[in-house]
Every structure is written in structure tokens, then in C-alpha cells.
């Protein structure tokens, strides 16, 4: 075929960047990789990254719908649950939970109400 998809970015609505801040960044352990607004009072676009998970979210209007579900396939997932715990966010005390389907997943649900769901097959 010639042609080799390399990777998937997900674009998720957000509405506030205070509240997108405290969830992504400091609480999910985020990083910001880079961030673009067309002008003052404009809504922002930005990118932010965890390893090899990397989620686009944006103020504009049309790029996406509140609500959206992704899964991230993970390693590590009881370890990285420990470490949200750790941080005692406010808002969210996701568990892991074993699937009939043979993994362990650990959902969030950002201040927007989208859904990111890690997981980890059981071997």
C-alpha cells in the first residue's frame, strides 16, 4: 500500500484553562508541549503529552464535542494509580477494575466530561 499511519492524536473540548491546568498537568501528570491562540481573548489550542500519549485539547468551538471517550494502553497501570491517589485531586477517585475482557482500567473523566480510560491486559 506505500502508506504507514504513524499515530493517532485525539482532540478533546475544554472550556476552561485554569480547570484543564489542575486536571492534565497537575493531576494526570501532563505535559505541556506547546500551546496556540490567534489573538488576545481568542480561544486557546494546545497540545500536552504523557510519554507516548498525546491529547490536543481545545477551546474551539467545533473541533470537538464535550463528552468524547479514548482508551490508552499503558504499563504500569496499578503504579500509576498510586500516584493519582497520592496527589488527592478533589474531583475524581478512579479505581482499577478488572474487565471480563482480561484488563485492569483506571477511568477519569475530566472537568468537561470527557473520558479517558487507561488500561492494562492481564497476561
Avoid: C
Amino acid at each position: 500500500m506505500g502508506v504507514l499511519f504513524l499515530m493517532i492524536i485525539p482532540i478533546f473540548r475544554i472550556f476552561d484553562i485554569e480547570k484543564t491546568h489542575s486536571f492534565y498537568i497537575e493531576y494526570l501528570g501532563f505535559k505541556m508541549d506547546w500551546k496556540h491562540q490567534y489573538a488576545e481573548n481568542m480561544p486557546f489550542y494546545f497540545q500536552v503529552s504523557l510519554n507516548n500519549a498525546v491529547l490536543h485539547l481545545s477551546e474551539h468551538h467545533g473541533d470537538a464535542s464535550p463528552g468524547s471517550a479514548i482508551r490508552i494502553k499503558i504499563k504500569g497501570l496499578k503504579s500509576y494509580h498510586s500516584l493519582l491517589t497520592e496527589k488527592e485531586y478533589p474531583y475524581s477517585k478512579p479505581a482499577v477494575e478488572k474487565t471480563p475482557w482480561n484488563t485492569n482500567e483506571l477511568t477519569v473523566i475530566d472537568p468537561f466530561s470527557n473520558k479517558i480510560t487507561f488500561y492494562e491486559e492481564i497476561k
